[in-house]
């Protein structure tokens, strides 16, 4: 009896996501068209981002939601007299959100590297590596003293990923393990409380962070684990929307715009959006 | 940040637990009786039906059914709705999982009562409805007040897992915080903040079951 | 005019026939007493009386008016409303006073006559300060029933069942829970209802109570009347059985 219900469920769960992929890959394109019919009178722009995940998008000291990707989507809006929505989304359910139709685009530091074929993108505007971070007297000077280490990685994060990349099998291998966590700020308290000996992360998330605790506490290692490019993603098929918004991003790259909002947020370092990749 | 700019923060979100706190109690409680009624229905149909119901509400994470809830009209029915959704779905979900808790509760506490109770009204003449109303769920609200009580403060903790869908209660909020200021100052807040909340929670439960206490 | 009469109830649970074949009639004033060993199907005979079980076959006919019919041998029963009527005829006091323990006694004997008779609130209070008089209880109208003794919760139990005026009154065994030194208190109220004319059907064990007070005993034993007559007649019976239980219920108490 007990063996049938078990089996009954497996069946139900089964055929449940089966049928929701499927619906998800079939429609892919009528939702888009339909988003793209309205687009001639949108009046609003949904950004979805995680809230935790600074300078790209975060909580200020007054409460609000700020960053260099909301600034920059800010001046999107502006210049297509859209309205501009911040909705913090939990990343585990990105995809759900934008599927559902809940979000326009994931503007959020948003690695292009690995999922080309999942979502329509923008050009990159940000180069951004991925990093080893360690505490400084920790005696860690290269990926090879990681062996035998603890190391801590974001959930469903592009560190994570790139760890996971066949050609980083060896170097994951020689951890003593790998810890997935929910946001850095609990993943510095383990590297500060000794708990984990490494955390793989982006680069820019990594010098706002090391930036914001005790000068030379930690330090990146030389030897990145991969270098990965930024850009907005947009639903599978959905290219009205992103041509819009990319052209608009040409325009704030031609007069200025991008390169002063890129320095307001210390980023000039790492964009690598120009004139020429129109 | 100040402290006090970060409490400002905080008491924002802390509305918003208030609020999921509220409304999942106003709507669960008398859901989860009707559903009791169904447990016990004389029509097998019913009964099998509530029974799934509660197993299934009781069996799975109840942030996994947060996200189906939030998801479903999309990937089951292929609506797409606004963001708005997030807090209805939110308040939904909680409905759902707690009166499938308070409807085994109802149930045990309405079971417990001796059938002289209901013997005694019905040769009194007293119908159905006026029995349950007068005799019956009086004597039961008393005695399934500690299990409820157990319930409630689940609840006050549990209005954190509004997170996944993030509905900018107060740990989403505490969290977002922490992880801007790279401090843990704002955990500790949300954390004492649940504790006095399920301090209140307790010392009402108790008074409400101090009124009770008139009778045995 | 008979005020109840059942013609051939039966009644069975699964397998078990717990009444074969009983007929009563009972006249207004008179008080009739049911008699017999556990399990022989007295109290069932009140549970059906009283609605609280239905009966298989048989009529059922409280003042000319049909709760329930024979028909084709099977018992057909009337309506919500003409049951709900019919209940207002009669009361019952059960073994285990069931009473309700989050009123107090004056909110326990007025609340039906206020919710189930329309009574104004009133009237039905002075109904009940003058039950709880008559019983001995003006003291303890406040009091909760968890407060009373045994007796007291049997007498309060009595006084319910009349604030709704019943024309007959059923009594389940009525001291059975009680220490023997209470039975007394809840006799002697029975006796005065007796002494004021009123109708009752009593299952009891109290063998001494029923001989003094009874206009007619009924003996049962296995779901059938062994005998029917009046005290003198039951309790001087030749019948092998009737004297060997009245023996040994006399020897206990």
Sequence with gaps: ?278 | MDVITMLKQLAEGMIVTGQIFFLTLLFSLPLGLIIAFGRMSKNGLIRTVSKIYISIMRGTPLMLQLIVVYFAPYYVFGVRFGSGYRMVAVILGFVLNYAAYFAEIYRAGIQAIPVGQHEAAQVLGFSKGQTFFRIILPQVIKRILPPVTNEVITLVKDTSLAFVLTVAEMFTLAKQIAAAQTTVIPLMVAGLFYYIFNLLVAFVMELIEKKLGYYR | MNLLEINHMKKSFGDLEVIRDFSLSVREGEVVSIIGPSGSGKSTILRCATLLEQMDDGDLIYMGEYAAKSVNGKSVYMGKGVLKKIRSYFGLVFQNFNLFPHYNVLKNIMDAPVTVGKVPKEEAKERALKLLDQLGLSEKGQAYPYQLSGGQQQRVSIARALALQPKILFFDEPTSALDPELTGEVLRVIKELAAQKMTMIIVTHEMQFAKELSDRIIFMENGVVVQEGTPDEVFHSENERIREFIGKIEAVY
Aim: some cysteine; glycine content about 8%.
């Design chain 1, 1 to 278: 009896m007990k063996k049938l219900l078990a089996l009954l469920l497996c069946t139900a769960m089964t055929a449940f996501m089966l049928t929701g992929c499927g619906d998800g890959a079939q429609d892919a394109k009528s939702p888009a068209e339909a988003v793209s019919r309205e687009d001639g009178d949108r009046t609003t722009f949904t950004v979805g981002f995680d809230a935790e995940f600074p300078p790209y998008g975060y909580m200020d000291d007054n409460g609000e939601y700020v960053g260099f990707d909301l600034s920059l989507a800010q001046e999107v809006c502006d210049r297509n007299g859209w309205e501009l929505v911040k909705q913090p989304i939990n990343w585990d359910t990105k995809d759900m959100e934008l599927s559902s139709g809940a979000i326009d685009c994931i503007w959020n530091g948003f690695t292009i590297n690995g999922r080309e074929d999942s979502y329509t993108w923008s050009v990159p505007y940000v180069d951004n590596s991925q990093v080893f971070v360690v505490a400084a007297d920790a005696g860690i000077a290269s990926q090879a003293d990681l062996a035998g280490k603890v190391v801590a990685v974001q959930a469903d994060s592009s560190a994570l990923a790139a760890l996971n990349n066949e050609e980083n099998t060896a170097l994951t291998e020689s951890f003593a393990s790998l810890n997935q966590f929910a946001d850095y700020n609990t993943a510095f308290m383990d590297l500060e409380a000794g708990a984990v000996d490494a955390v793989a992360m982006d680069i820019g998330v990594a010098n706002y962070q090391m930036e914001s605790r005790e000068a030379g506490k930690f330090v990146i290692l030389d030897e990145y684990l991969s270098t990965e490019q930024y850009g907005v993603g947009f639903l599978l098929g959905n290219e009205s929307l992103r041509d819009q918004v990319q052209n608009t991003l040409f325009e704030m790259v031609e007069d200025g715009t991008f390169a002063k909002i890129a320095e307001e947020w210390g980023l000039s370092d790492v964009v690598c959006l120009t004139a020429d990749a129109e």
